[in-house]
């Protein structure tokens, strides 16, 4: 059940996006649900993923990625992004509509009811299940584990000023599906490269909170952004290091050339950007900031496919 009366996009939706152009007023408010409108947050999901087919290729010996697997990696992506926030949008409901920022999403604003949202939910799982269940067993038990990090997000910020480290755990396990995908295994490659996405998402989604950090302080939500307070920006260039040596290390662990370390350079100049322009009092550029982590990943990735490519005989 939609009302239409209540339509109307989020505050932090790409302007002008096609999902609030084209799509009948019907199904914006699933569009919204799914965050089409806001895709920065799927290739954050997809990209660890992609990293880990490219190192996976570079342990055989490199050459052309399986571009099968990263097409089925990159809808899944999308589609469990979009099961995600539907679960965290149920499960927020009553939160979202206290924050200024959140307060037009569609279940808070009553677009959208808990039990639309729950069949959406399930219809979103479900094709996710046919995506999954393409591959090898191995990556079907990753796949469905990953489930429990999913359900649990939501209820970190109640807990502990830490919900971005649970947010890391459940968007980089790619990183450990995509070599169990590639290669039928998870070695210590593919373990450097989960822990240094946790601390990428650590780095990325700290920027992040700080957009709702008042709201957050009234309303009892807790997060990483008002733990670390005015020393958020110090503890910010920790977490890119670390992110950015231990995806670095998984590189030298998989074998991989010199491209690849080139992207990671790339990425840390990147990162180096990222600090020099981001100020945690001004919401719009702690978004815009935010956002640019796709580049950030896209990167890395360049110089994992690069690199593998290279190492054809």
């Given at each position: 059940?939609?009302?239409?009366?209540?339509?109307?996009?989020?505050?932090?939706?790409?302007?002008?996006?096609?999902?609030?152009?084209?799509?009948?007023?019907?199904?914006?408010?699933?569009?919204?649900?799914?965050?089409?409108?806001?895709?920065?947050?799927?290739?954050?999901?997809?990209?660890p993923?992609?990293?880990?087919?490219?190192?996976?290729?570079?342990?055989?010996?490199?050459?052309?990625p399986?571009?099968?697997?990263?097409?089925?990696?990159?809808a899944?992506?999308?589609?469990?992004?979009?099961?995600?926030?539907?679960?965290?949008?149920?499960?927020?409901?009553?939160?979202d509509a206290r924050?200024?920022?959140?307060?037009?999403r569609?279940?808070a604003?009553?677009?959208?009811?808990v039990?639309?949202?729950?069949?959406?939910?399930?219809?979103?799982?479900?094709?996710?299940l046919v995506?999954?269940l393409q591959?090898?067993?191995?990556?079907?038990?990753l796949g469905?584990?990953?489930?429990?990090?999913?359900?649990?997000?939501?209820?970190?910020?109640?807990?502990?000023?830490?919900?971005?480290?649970f947010?890391?755990?459940?968007f980089?396990?790619?990183?450990?599906?995509?070599?169990?995908?590639?290669?039928?295994?998870?070695?210590?490659?593919?373990?450097?490269?989960?822990?240094?996405?946790?601390?990428?998402?650590?780095?990325?989604?700290?920027?992040?909170?700080?957009?709702?950090?008042?709201?957050d302080a009234?309303i009892?939500?807790?997060?990483?952004?008002?733990?670390?307070?005015?020393?958020?920006?110090?503890?910010i260039?920790?977490?890119?290091?670390a992110a950015?040596a231990?995806?670095d290390?998984?590189?030298?662990?998989?074998?991989?050339?010199?491209?690849?370390?080139?992207?990671?350079?790339?990425?840390?100049?990147?990162?180096?950007?990222?600090?020099?322009?981001?100020?945690?009092?001004?919401?719009a550029?702690?978004?815009?900031?935010?956002?640019?982590?796709?580049?950030f990943?896209?990167?890395?990735?360049?110089?994992?496919?690069?690199?593998?490519?290279?190492?054809?005989?």
């Amino acid at each position: 059940m939609t009302h239409a009366s209540n339509d109307r996009p989020v505050a932090d939706a790409l302007p002008g996006h096609w999902a609030d152009r084209l799509l009948p007023q019907s199904l914006r408010p699933y569009a919204r649900l799914a965050r089409l409108e806001r895709p920065v947050g799927a290739w954050l999901l997809a990209i660890p993923g992609l990293w880990a087919i490219c190192l996976a290729q570079i342990s055989r010996g490199g050459g052309v990625p399986d571009l099968k697997l990263m097409a089925l990696f990159l809808a899944g992506a999308f589609i469990m992004r979009a099961a995600g926030c539907t679960f965290n949008d149920i499960v927020d409901r009553d939160f979202d509509a206290r924050v200024m920022r959140t307060q037009a999403r569609p279940i808070a604003s009553g677009q959208v009811s808990v039990k639309a949202a729950a069949v959406f939910l399930a219809a979103l799982l479900a094709l996710g299940l046919v995506i999954l269940l393409q591959l090898n067993a191995l990556s079907i038990a990753l796949g469905a584990a990953s489930l429990a990090l999913v359900a649990i997000y939501p209820f970190m910020k109640r807990v502990t000023y830490w919900p971005q480290f649970f947010l890391g755990l459940a968007f980089n396990w790619g990183a450990l599906l995509g070599f169990s995908a590639g290669v039928g295994q998870i070695g210590p490659a593919a373990l450097s490269l989960y822990a240094g996405g946790i601390f990428w998402t650590l780095a990325y989604d700290t920027i992040y909170a700080h957009q709702d950090k008042e709201d957050d302080a009234l309303i009892g939500v807790k997060s990483s952004a008002l733990r670390l307070g005015q020393a958020s920006k110090q503890w910010i260039v920790l977490f890119f290091v670390a992110a950015l040596a231990l995806i670095d290390l998984a590189g030298v662990l998989a074998g991989a050339g010199a491209m690849f370390h080139f992207g990671v350079a790339a990425a840390a100049a990147h990162a180096g950007w990222q600090i020099v322009r981001l100020d945690t009092e001004k919401p719009a550029t702690c978004l815009e900031t935010f956002r640019s982590n796709r580049d950030f990943g896209l990167l890395i990735f360049t110089g994992a496919l690069i690199a593998s490519l290279a190492a054809l005989p």
